[in-house]
C-alpha cells in the first residue's frame, strides 16, 4: 500500500488527528485533504502542520469544487470559483502539500463563447 493515499472524506465525521492517525498507521503513503472537509472539521493549518511532524505523510490537496464553476457564463460565480482556488494554492503552500487536484470548469452552454481565458489572463 506504500503508493497509496487516503482521502480525508472517507472520513467526513473525525477529527483531523483521527484521519492522520488511520492513514499513517494503516501504512498509507498520505492524505488528500478535501478543502470542504477541512472547512467542515474546523481545523488550522497549525493543527495540520503539528500532525504533519506527529504522522510523517505527505499531504496532497483537493481544491473546493462543490458549487464552483471557474468558466462559469456568470461573472460573479466564476471570480468566486477562482478565489476558491488561489484559497487552496496559498493553503497547499502553507502546510506543505506536494500536489493540488483542481477540477477543470465546465461550459455552461455548449460551443458558447467563454470569457474564461480573458477573465485569467486580464
Known amino acids: 500500500m506504500s503508493d497509496l493515499y487516503f482521502s480525508s472524506t472517507l472520513m ?3 477529527s483531523l488527528e483521527e484521519i492522520f492517525f488511520k492513514a499513517y498507521s494503516e501504512g498509507f503513503k498520505g492524505i488528500e485533504l478535501w478543502m470542504q472537509h477541512f ?3 474546523n481545523s488550522s493549518i497549525e493543527e495540520v502542520n503539528r500532525l ?6 505527505n ?5 473546493y469544487s462543490w458549487d464552483l464553476n471557474i468558466s462559469s457564463l456568470n461573472d460573479e460565480i466564476r471570480n468566486s ?13 502553507k502546510i506543505g502539500a506536494s ?3 483542481v ?3 465546465r461550459d455552461t452552454l ?8 480573458e477573465y485569467l489572463y486580464n
Open 12 to 14: 467526513w465525521n473525525n
Open 39 to 41: 472547512d467542515n472539521i
Open 52 to 57: 504533519k511532524k506527529k504522522y510523517p505523510i
Open 59 to 63: 499531504l496532497f490537496i483537493h481544491a
Open 81 to 93: 470559483s477562482v478565489n476558491e482556488i488561489i484559497k487552496t494554492i496559498y493553503f497547499a503552500k
Open 99 to 101: 500536489e493540488i487536484t
Open 103 to 105: 477540477h477543470p470548469g
Open 110 to 117: 455548449p460551443n458558447s463563447n467563454s470569457k474564461t481565458v
